[in-house]
């Protein structure tokens, strides 16, 4: 494979833009190399400017669970797009989007849209706060809830992997509010709670870690955080921006039989399209502008194009039998990298809720961001280029999830499984 026109392109985009990409992890700082510029995708397929092509399993990471380029998607947005883009006023698009959203999430009375997961959780923050009147908030070590200030202490995604988890240019101020814990550590989230409840708003947790790998609550952990938050009186925001119709159609929370009082969403609600979205108990929603005095606000929030991508994606979701075959894929994906991995002597530890997946390069078990760093990382960024340069583009960096979409096919993943195992052996 020649990359040529992509070594270029990134020449260029490097003058231009900090560290030549609109987001951090794309520059593949933690597998060495340059990244791979993209021409165009289709299905489970993508193609660089080069004429490569290779079977996508970051797909935007995450948000195209139907694949690239849904026909259905495509042809919506051409309809759409020609009664203009957006128009700062209500559209009947925000009410059936929110309606697909509030049946998928009956823990959600009212939800509220806008543009990136980011603006989601930062939101969802501000209301909690709000609500309670209580300043603090509590997250886990090795979650990422997006870029806001107060959220981008020990963060899970591009800090850990850049082994910088603190961010520079977040006020110590801002840093004092925010108490990080270990996941899947009751003890250590009960001890917290009971001594510090009163100045605590809110736990904020990704109810399955995407953004160090894939991280899964050990039994009970969920169980024993609802009951802690209810009994006093402090707001569990479940950050579903990466489980959400990821793990099941209804997320998490449907999963694993939790009700959050505030759910977080984004990626596959817009379709491929830049959405997020916020909400919950109609009593904690309805601190929020224009009803109440909380302050939130969006010039593109709910815009025509966004909703439509959601909306079609959502409706597709909801059809008989689209989990059925998202889950058979996913099984034949789990149970050939394991046997190949075994096969080429490689220890590896795999993990996955739904068709959110991560391999790592150790033998711990992975419970948290402490074990999480246990995995090789040089031997994962050897298999990450020894599986590109076979046509396989998986995360560029061992803490992030892989997904897997409707569109990938039994021969794509037989060809995945196949390629792995020549990978393994080559590491
Ligand atoms: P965005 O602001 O990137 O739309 O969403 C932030 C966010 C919030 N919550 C969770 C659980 C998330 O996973 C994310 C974003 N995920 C990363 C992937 N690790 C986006 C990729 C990137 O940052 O480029």
Not at 337 to 360: E, P
């Amino acid at each position: 494979m020649n990359f040529k026109k992509s070594h270029k392109l990134f020449k260029k985009a490097y003058e231009l833009i900090p560290g030549g990409v609109n987001s951090p992890v794309r520059a593949f700082g933690a597998v060495g190399g340059n990244p791979l510029f993209i021409e165009r995708a289709q299905g489970s397929k993508i193609y660089d400017v080069d004429g490569n092509s290779f079977i996508d399993y970051v797909l935007s990471w995450g948000p195209l669970i139907l694949g690239h380029a849904h026909p259905k998607i495509v042809n919506a947005l051409k309809k759409a797009i020609e009664k203009g883009t957006s128009y700062g006023a209500p559209t009947s698009l925000e009410v059936e989007l929110a309606e697909l959203v509030l049946k998928a999430y009956p823990s959600m009375h009212k939800v509220r849209m806008v543009n990136s997961g980011t603006e989601a959780t930062m939101s969802a923050l501000r209301v909690a706060r709000g609500f309670t009147g209580r300043d603090k908030i509590i997250k886990f070590e090795g979650c990422y809830h997006g870029h806001a200030d107060g959220l981008l202490v020990k963060a899970g995604s591009g800090a850990t992997t850049f082994g910088v988890p603190d961010s520079l240019g977040v006020p110590k101020s801002y840093a004092k509010n925010t108490i990080i814990l270990p996941f899947n550590n009751i003890p250590a989230l009960k001890d917290v709670i009971v001594n510090k409840w009163k100045s605590i708003a809110c736990v904020i947790v990704e109810p399955v870690i995407g953004n160090i790998g894939c991280v899964l609550p050990k039994l009970g952990f969920l169980e024993s955080l609802r009951k802690l938050t209810r009994q006093y009186g402090i707001v569990l925001i479940f950050d579903e921006v990466m489980t959400g119709f990821r793990v099941s159609f209804g997320g998490a929370q449907a999963y694993y039989g939790i009700k959050p009082d505030m759910t977080c969403l984004g990626k596959v609600i817009g379709g491929g399209l830049p959405v997020g979205a916020y909400g919950g108990r109609e009593e904690i929603m309805s601190v929020v502008a224009p009803v109440g005095p909380v302050y939130q606000a969006g010039t593109l929030s709910g815009n025509p194009l966004a909703m439509t991508a959601g909306i079609e994606t959502l409706k597709i979701l909801s059809r008989e039998g689209t989990y059925e075959k998202l889950e058979n894929r996913m099984e034949q994906l789990e149970k050939g990298l394991k046997d190949v991995a075994k096969k080429a002597g490689v220890k590896t530890r795999f993990y996955r809720a739904g068709t959110m997946f991560c391999s790592y390069f150790t033998d711990v078990d992975v419970i948290d961001y402490k074990t999480s760093k246990t995995s090789d990382t040089a031997k994962f960024a050897r298999f990450f280029s020894n599986m590109l340069k076979r046509g396989i583009y998986i995360a560029p960096s061992q803490f992030e999830a892989g997904f897997i979409s409707s569109a990938h096919t039994e021969k794509d993943i037989e060809k995945t499984i196949k390629v792995a195992y020549e990978s393994f052996k080559e590491l």
